[in-house]
């Protein structure tokens, strides 16, 4: 029944700026992580920032310097804010929400928004 719902993906030259949105919807509680991962056409989906309902964020060492995630726990709404885009981030960005005590293989997962870097 819970659904989670990506936005704000699109093409953006090399030093720019893009916003990713997401929300959980139908959930009357709130998840214990929600996150972002990336997955470039044939290569495997990866980590690249996640938070806790409690606001502890953790960031790939790729994203670390350059995105920014935040949550409306209220909203059942993740964000990542991404600066100084390179081409490398290129990629399918897929939000997902788990519950305490799962993994992301466990984790409701959103069909995924393009991210375009052009040189």
């Known amino acids: 029944q819970v659904q989670v719902v990506e936005s704000g993906g699109g093409e953006v030259q090399a030093g720019g700026s893009l916003r990713l949105s997401c929300a959980a919807v139908?959930?009357?509680?709130?998840?214990?992580?929600m996150g972002w991962h990336r997955q470039t056409p044939g290569g495997q989906r990866e980590f690249v920032a996640s938070?806790?309902?409690?606001?502890?964020?953790n960031y790939a060492r790729s994203a670390e310097d350059r995105f920014t995630i935040s949550r409306d726990n209220r909203r059942h709404t993740v964000d990542l804010q991404m600066d100084s885009l390179r081409p490398e981030d290129t990629a399918v960005y897929y939000c997902?929400?788990?519950?305490?005590?799962?993994?992301?293989?466990?984790?409701?997962w959103g069909q995924g928004t393009q991210v375009t870097v052009s040189s």
């Open positions: 139908g959930s009357p509680a709130i998840f214990h992580t």
């Open positions: 997902a929400a788990r519950q305490w005590g799962s993994n992301w293989s466990g984790a409701i």
């Open positions: 938070m806790t309902s409690g606001g502890t964020p």
